[in-house]
């Protein structure tokens, strides 16, 4: 919980808060219902109370492009559902390449220091008009899929507005995934057309992956082109080793810019398709609405990030992960997207906070990992950089460690707006986050975002404070995902979220509200792994692991470690072998070559039998509880509770 009588890190002025886009939403609010909402707590409660209202408020905020006919919210006390604005038609595209001077700079992207580019919205919009006919000609339509593997560049996101401005539905993953991280994903969801690079930047390094494209490529068997965007220079070459292959240049060769036509469809018609793991089985699909997607990044952009029409901002992410998604719909709000591929550290530690000064970022995104990173290497950019553009820095993937609330207002800004977020890829934005008029506290998220009736329950589904928790939705929101592919009935989407507490949305992390009603997230409630902030279904390290012949059977959990999570794999091994420095390796590279590089184990365990329950399935939640010195719920329901004793208390688990 927060330390009582614990002052604030860092408190907006009354002139910042006068100037922010909730003091604004808070009096045309007033002046257009006749309330007196005096400050975010009572806006927030207002607008969980009078969800139809509010949702119109954010449509209205963002001056969304669309035809808003009938009721806001049918169906209020169903979830699932609920049905945000039934009758309304609107196209995610259109809205986000709104009208602006052709001029003026759309996308910034660096790729380490061998790539930098200024994209103009003029450049932008002829761009997606070529992608958009030649989509179209290769038989793209309302529904389909079009799947990439591509880094965060220019192009993907161009190729994700042709697509939407079509009706079809986009997915996306990083290039570092390996062949069966790339086919596990796309495999279900049967492209019409497949992008992906020539390679990627990485530490410096060139990676090509043309051979790995050779390998994924024919088991899309319903991608009609495979299209390659060039960014280490040798697109043609590749794309002439596939299947229906074509340069990107090759592509939209045949097309002239041309004014863009956009499909309007009904208000949550599928947009994205994003993927999370669970502990069985290939990775869930899970399917955001363009609507919902798009008011709820409105409103946290506008209120929550307090940006404005111009601004820069950036995230470092990629695209496997939801804040890309995040990211883009930025260009609703008319700002600048400043993107970056690569690592962070390369060539320097200071990287991002040179891009940063460079372009005057108005908000810095990253991850906590990242924030603790440049702590450990004593990078301090607020001595070495001019940050005066800097209004904001969100941090999220696993919580932001309270040691990292102090560094960034010692070492990076004083005066600055450090909003730690949480939400994912199930509703592709955030349950808790920033509020720009409220004071920071260290370790503490400071608020629930505004519409989302959150509340953390006991086990017996109680609201608590003070005390852990499950977070919870307690009524509808617009970006519910719209359904799970290849999940006719819904039973696999109620199961995930509706299960443990009938019509209540429940997310799956431990939380605790704190005494200044903010809240602290204490990590996921289920096996999920958590590296670095990427989610990782422990289905897919077992797939590679147990390719390894001298490997019987695997389980992998998070340690918590270092103010992070780390992942840890025990292996059951053949009679007579031995886990040598050459097993470990040859299981590291399997992963890494197999799935992803963040899939990686950092510690690799020898254990002589793993725990299951009586219906054969290992219980990764019975061995973290032992690694952690918890008690283990439930032990009769497994078949060998004595295994649970060889994880107790290891010492290669102290390092």
Not at 107 to 127: P, Q
Not at 162 to 177: K, N, R, Y
Not at 526 to 554: K, S
């Amino acid at each position: 919980m927060g330390e009582t009588g614990q002052e604030p890190l860092w408190r907006p002025s009354p002139e910042r808060v006068a100037r922010t886009g909730i003091a604004s939403f808070i009096a045309t609010v007033n002046a257009r219902y006749g309330t007196a909402l005096s400050d975010y707590r009572s806006l927030h409660r207002w607008s969980v109370e009078q969800p139809s209202t509010f949702w119109e408020e954010i449509w209205q905020l963002g001056d969304v492009i669309g035809d808003r006919r009938g009721p806001a919210l049918v169906d209020a006390d169903r979830m699932p559902g609920a049905r945000f604005f039934p009758e309304a038609t609107l196209n995610y595209a259109e809205n986000l390449l709104r009208p602006r001077d052709p001029a003026s700079v759309a996308l910034i992207f660096r790729g380490e220091d061998k790539v930098e580019r200024h994209v103009s919205f003029g450049e932008l919009t002829e761009l997606v008009s070529r992608l958009q006919q030649a989509l179209r000609a290769a038989g793209v339509g309302v529904g389909d899929r079009v799947a990439a593997t591509l880094p965060n560049l220019p192009e993907t996101i161009a190729i994700m507005l042709a697509t939407t401005s079509l009706g079809a539905v986009f997915s996306s993953c990083s290039p570092d995934f390996g062949e069966r991280g790339i086919l596990d994903r796309f495999g279900q969801i049967e492209p019409k057309v497949y992008v992906a690079c020539d390679g990627y930047w990485y530490n410096g390094k060139r990676v090509s992956i043309g051979d790995k494209l050779r390998n994924v490529v024919p088991h899309l068997p319903t991608a009609v082109r495979t299209v390659i965007v060039p960014y280490l220079g040798n697109a043609e070459e590749v794309a002439a080793g596939l299947p229906n292959g074509a340069s990107l240049d090759a592509f939209i060769a045949p097309f002239a810019p041309a004014p863009l036509t956009f499909e309007r469809l009904p208000f949550n018609h599928p947009a994205f398709i994003l993927f999370s793991s669970g502990t069985t089985g290939v990775p869930k699909c899970i399917v955001h609405g363009a609507g919902g997607t798009l008011l709820q990044h409105i409103k946290e952009h506008r209120l929550h990030c307090d940006l404005a029409p111009g601004d820069r901002a950036f995230y470092f992410t990629t695209c496997g992960w939801m804040m890309w998604n995040w990211l883009v719909t930025g260009l609703a709000s008319e700002l600048t997207l400043c993107l970056f591929d690569g690592s962070p550290f390369a060539p320097t530690p200071g990287v991002l906070f040179d891009y940063a000064e460079k372009e005057r970022f108005a908000l810095f995104g990253t991850s906590a990992k990242y924030t603790d990173s440049l702590r450990k290497e004593g990078v301090r950019p607020g001595e070495t950089h001019d940050l005066s553009a800097l209004k904001a820095l969100t941090s999220t993937g696993s919580p932001l460690a309270p040691e990292s609330f102090c560094f960034v207002y010692e070492a990076i800004k004083a005066d600055l707006h450090l909003a730690s977020i949480s939400g994912g890829t199930d509703i592709i934005s955030c349950f808790v986050l920033g509020d720009p008029t409220s004071p920071v506290y260290k370790g503490e998220i400071q608020a629930p975002g505004l519409g989302m009736a959150v509340e953390v329950w006991s086990d017996e589904g109680k609201p608590v404070t003070g005390e852990r928790g499950e977070l919870v939705c307690t009524r509808p929101f617009p970006c519910m995902p719209v359904m799970f592919w290849n999940d006719p009935e819904g039973a696999r989407y109620r199961a995930a979220y509706f299960e443990r507490f009938p019509n209540v949305w429940c997310h799956g992390d431990f939380a605790e509200w704190t005494e200044h009603g903010g809240i602290i997230i204490h990590g996921r409630s289920d096996a999920t792994l958590n590296p670095q902030g990427v989610r990782i279904g422990t289905a897919e390290i077992y797939a590679q692991a147990e390719q390894i012949p001298e490997i019987v059977e695997a389980i992998a959990i998070g340690q918590d470690w270092d103010n992070d999570v780390r992942v840890v794999l025990f292996v059951r091994l053949k009679e007579g072998v031995g886990l040598d420095a050459d097993l470990e390796k040859r299981i590291r590279t399997q992963i890494r070559t197999g799935a992803s590089p963040r899939h990686v184990p950092a510690k690799i365990i020898a254990v002589a039998d793993i725990p299951r329950t009586r219906s054969g399935k290992i219980t990764e939640l019975a061995v973290r509880d032992v690694v952690h010195g918890r008690p283990v719920k439930n032990t009769e329901a497994l078949a060998n509770p004595e295994a649970l004793e060889l994880y107790r208390d290891l010492p290669e688990l102290g390092s």
